[in-house]
């Protein structure tokens, strides 16, 4: 028969609480074992993308305005030009520098057309057959001609053998309407258009850089903040299938500042149908990360670009997931 020990629950947990105790004196006299601490430490902070702008405007030949240092000019806009006596045979232009200083980014950018006013009708505006003289009635945004292109030179010129035009297809148009009231006119660029990031090279260099590659286009490149990053990032970006097609050259011209030139004009042929009207233009940029986004839409009107773009981080061009874009 078992032995049998009658103990109270106040002595069970009296015995326990004096093993506890005894333990934990027992340890104070013994712990002397080799050890040792690790520690590791993490911080996620979340990337910036920030573009800045500068600017310089020129009319009929003189210097009117100049931002030399990139600012910011939040999304209500700043003001860098005024004109209140227009005549026909003026010109001028508006160069815009773009600057990415934090990371790739695509960058779209848009011509916007407002206040499209008559500010009244005068006499000889009645004769010439203007019956209109209210607010949106104008008519100077049909007279008044654009074109625009990568102006590498900051000089308000078009060098042909340098620069390319501002188009899809990186092509110079000639002077177009503003607008016309059959809405035609600068069409690509109120629409909006996706901009290449590479400066300095023509569009038969860009022909032949990416000659084989698909879709066989112009293919659009984002913006790189600097030298550096393009020199770190070119085996990241681009893998080896393509490393015939994107050399080291090609890609540090995806770094810097793009200047960007809208040269305009009033034709001498326009008659009084202008006189006292009056109009806003807009320009208008929006910055997008390029790292896994190799597909990028139109901000403005959701719809993807009509020509190539090339390779990103995290764009796997072999697959059918619609990644990546081929116009």
């Given amino acids: 028969m078992p032995d049998e020990t009658n103990l109270s629950r106040r002595a069970v947990l009296g015995a326990l609480g004096g093993i506890g105790a005894g333990a934990a004196l027992g340890g104070t006299g013994t712990m002397a074992y080799l050890h040792d601490t690790e520690r590791t430490h993490a911080t996620v902070t979340a990337g910036e993308l920030d573009i800045q702008l500068d600017w310089r405007t020129v009319y009929n030949g003189t210097e009117q305005t100049k931002q030399e240092d990139p600012v910011d000019t939040a999304e209500d806009g700043t003001t860098i030009l005024t004109l209140n006596d227009v005549k026909p045979g003026d010109w001028g232009c508006i160069v815009i520098s773009i600057h990415n200083d934090t990371n790739p980014a695509w960058i779209w950018h848009r011509l916007g057309i407002e206040n499209r006013d008559d500010n009244g009708l005068t006499e000889p505006e009645e004769k010439s057959g203007d019956s209109t003289g209210g607010d949106g009635e104008g008519e100077l945004q049909n007279h008044v001609q654009l074109r625009a292109f990568y102006d590498d030179n900051f000089d308000c010129e078009w060098n042909e053998d340098e620069e390319c035009g501002l188009t899809p297809w990186r092509k110079l148009t000639e002077y177009i309407p503003m607008e016309t009231d059959e809405g035609e006119g600068a069409t690509t660029l109120t629409r909006g258009l996706l901009l290449d990031g590479v400066r ?128």
């Avoid at 022909?207 to 393009?230: C, M, R, T, Y």
């Fill in 200 to 327: 300095g090279t023509t569009i038969y260099t860009r022909q032949k850089a990416h000659d084989g590659l698909p879709g066989h286009n112009i293919n659009i490149s984002p913006f790189f903040p600097s030298v550096e990053q393009a020199d770190r990032l070119h085996e990241e970006w681009y893998d080896d299938a393509f490393t015939d097609y994107y050399d080291s050259d090609l890609l540090k011209k995806q770094t810097g500042t793009q200047y960007l030139t809208y040269q305009w004009r009033v034709p001498k042929s326009v008659g009084n149908e202008i006189q006292s009207d009056s109009v806003d233009i807009s320009f208008t940029f929006y910055a997008e990360q390029a790292r896994h986004n190799g597909y990028p839409k139109n901000p403005w009107t959701d719809e993807l670009p009509d020509f190539s773009v090339d390779l990103v981080p995290g764009v796997d061009h072999e697959s059918d997931s619609g990644d990546y874009y081929q116009g």
